[in-house]
């Protein structure tokens, strides 16, 4: 009898069925979703089914991506295990039935979890079912995935020090896009998109698909300064919040005409990379690990809550000297000028800073990923 119980049965003669959990947020859907284009690169006739609910970003981002998704009652995560939590209250009981339900229907070989409220009752349903993959983007592990990892067959991580046990090292899943960009090929197109100034420096800013207040803020106090010393800047300020460039942008006509483009979101963020030599953004999992990935140098400003793991989700990349790190309450437009002017006016250092940044990311993260799970599978 298989070590999760007698149901598990993997199917012979047929690519892999495989279930993601990572719904919510684009923290957790982002690699997941990574993670699945790779498992259908190297496994053409795998199938992929992601679990997700009504709420948050599931519906946009993964039937956009091609993968079916099956949705399951939401649950609702303490920040820490309680008395509620080990009684599996009814929420916690209705999304585990349906996950069996989904498991079954699509005769899963395995469950691969990236946390959220989606993962723990995908974890909850699948043991003793099916085999279980872990992965944890944050420097610190959320609750789901501390459950996880108690009856995971593997768990693997992205940096050190996730405080799960025994979790093996290999970085976050990216999009193929980011992994394969060729910034210098690109940089041409990608300000011609953007509306870029085609040469001199450029900055690019973005806090999340929301923007970030504190960034915002202090790009305005900054905007006048970096202008005057020829720099454009590409910001992603969020939708309903005022462009930083209101009074130095230009024209409509000519929104880029001072070197200044604001938009409430970046679709494309690839051509934003390639368009870049330089980044203002906090420090989410995701994003150290894309901006490393695409050698940019950063200045992080981590997200002054939780535990502090925006902070150590940087820290590696600082301290291989691939970025800066400044404290959200430190950051003022002086601060960004004293920082981020004398690099963008280096090019040399620009070099170093992002050849850097690249070598201590994992661009492979998601390829090594699969065929981990695919180890899983034939075990």
Partial sequence: MSQYGTQYLPRMGAGPSVVIAGGGTAGHIEPALAFADAVMRLRPDARVTALGTEKGLDQRLIPARGYPLELIPPVPLPRKPSADLLRLPGKVR???????????????????????????????????????????????AGLANKVGARFAARVVAAVPGSGLAHAQILGIPLRHSVTTLDRGALRVEARARFGLPADGPVLLVFGGSQGARSLNTALAAALPGLVHEGIGVLHAHGPGNTPAGSDVSGSAEAPGASGYVGLPYIDDMHLAY???????????????????????????????????????????????????????????????????????????????????????????????????????IRK
């Fill in 94 to 140: 209705g999304a585990v039935a349906r996950v069996r339900e989904v498991l079954t229907k699509v005769d899963a070989d395995v469950v691969v979890g990236f946390g959220g409220y989606v993962a723990l009752p995908a974890y909850l349903g699948a043991r003793r079912r099916v085999p279980i993959v872990v992965h944890e983007a944050n420097a610190r």
């Fill in 274 to 376: 390639a368009a870049a030599d330089a980044v203002l953004c906090r420090a989410g999992a995701m994003t150290v690990a894309e901006v490393s990935a695409v050698g940019l140098p950063a200045l992080y400003v981590p997200l002054p809550i939780g535990n502090g793991e925006q902070a150590l989700n940087a820290r590696p990349v600082v301290d291989a000297g691939g970025g800066l790190l400044v404290a959200d309450t430190a950051l003022t437009g002086d601060v960004v000028l004293a920082e981020l002017v004398p690099l963008l006016k280096d090019p040399e250092q620009l070099a170093a800073m992002g050849r850097a940044a690249r070598a201590s990311g994992h661009a492979d993260a998601d390829e090594r990923l699969a065929e981990v799970v695919f180890g899983v």
